[in-house]
């Protein structure tokens, strides 16, 4: 008998010891008086980064014989990240809260990233280089601001569907939160365009060539061609 009770009086003891611990963590602070934060920390300066080419070879076996990236395990979920404590998405270089936050008139959300910049045909475009594979060819093009643009055109075969698409879907990512370009649906004759002194193309290999004006033909041939003898494009204005 006198064993046990020396137990229990052990056992009593240890859990007031153990109290003051338990009611700190029960009271632990589970937000800060800046919580939730809405804006992220400014990211580092990255300008000193140095380029450094991937090889080949090992990009192919790299991304054919294992699984890259971080993947969720059978009846786990990750947790998300770069969210603050309420699982929210805080502004950040990437990301604004717009039409979450305040709803955006509808001439806010017509107008989208912005509708101020469409390419200056005042003068020659000039193309910078070019993109020749692909369902949908295009090119970068310099307009008579010196502004660059990305240019693409809609398949042979479905006029006016890409254009379209890209123009529309960019507004409404815009007003979710998401950095999207300016995109334009741009007209021209072919004769506008100019070929840039350093502009270049890649080849099927992958190397890269100065840029001829047989290279602008083939680009071409793969456009449609509206019935006044111009071609539409998706004009994108580089951010």
């Known amino acids: 008998m006198g064993t046990q009770e ?4 052990r056992a009593v003891g240890f859990t007031l010891l ?40 090992y990009d192919l076996f790299s991304n054919t014989l294992s699984k890259r990236g971080e993947r969720a395990p ?15 998405v805080p502004d950040n270089t990437w990301y604004t809260n717009r039409h979450y936050k305040k709803p955006l008139s509808i001439e806010e959300l017509v107008r989208g990233p912005g509708d101020g910049n469409p390419p200056d045909t005042s003068g020659p475009l000039m193309v910078v280089s070019a993109k020749t594979e692909g369902v949908t060819p295009g090119f970068v093009m310099e307009d008579a601001r ?3 643009y990305n240019v693409k055109f809609d398949p ?8 379209s698409a890209d123009v529309i879907v960019s507004k409404f990512f815009y007003a979710l939160g998401h950095n ?8 021209f004759a072919r004769s506008q365009l100019r070929i840039a002194p ?9 190397k890269r060539r100065p840029m001829t004006e047989r290279d602008i033909t083939e680009l071409f041939l793969k456009a449609p061609k509206l019935p006044d003898g111009r071609y539409r494009t998706v004009a994108s204005l580089y951010l």
């Not at 999207?180 to 007209?187: D, G, H, M, S």
């Open 6 to 9: 020396s137990s229990i009086r």
């Open 18 to 57: 153990l109290i003051p611990f338990l009611s700190l963590s029960m009271t632990a602070r589970k937000f800060y008086r800046n919580d939730p934060l809405e804006q992220e920390p400014p990211p580092l300066n990255a300008d000193k980064v140095a380029f450094r080419r991937i090889s080949d070879a």
């Open 74 to 88: 059978k009846k786990k979920v990750l947790p998300g990240r770069a969210v603050n404590t309420l699982g929210e």
């Open 146 to 148: 010196g502004r660059r």
């Open 156 to 163: 042979l075969t479905n006029p006016e569907m890409a254009t």
């Open 180 to 187: 999207v370009p300016e995109n334009y649906i741009f007209t």
């Open 198 to 206: 350093a502009a270049n193309v890649k080849t099927k290999v992958g």
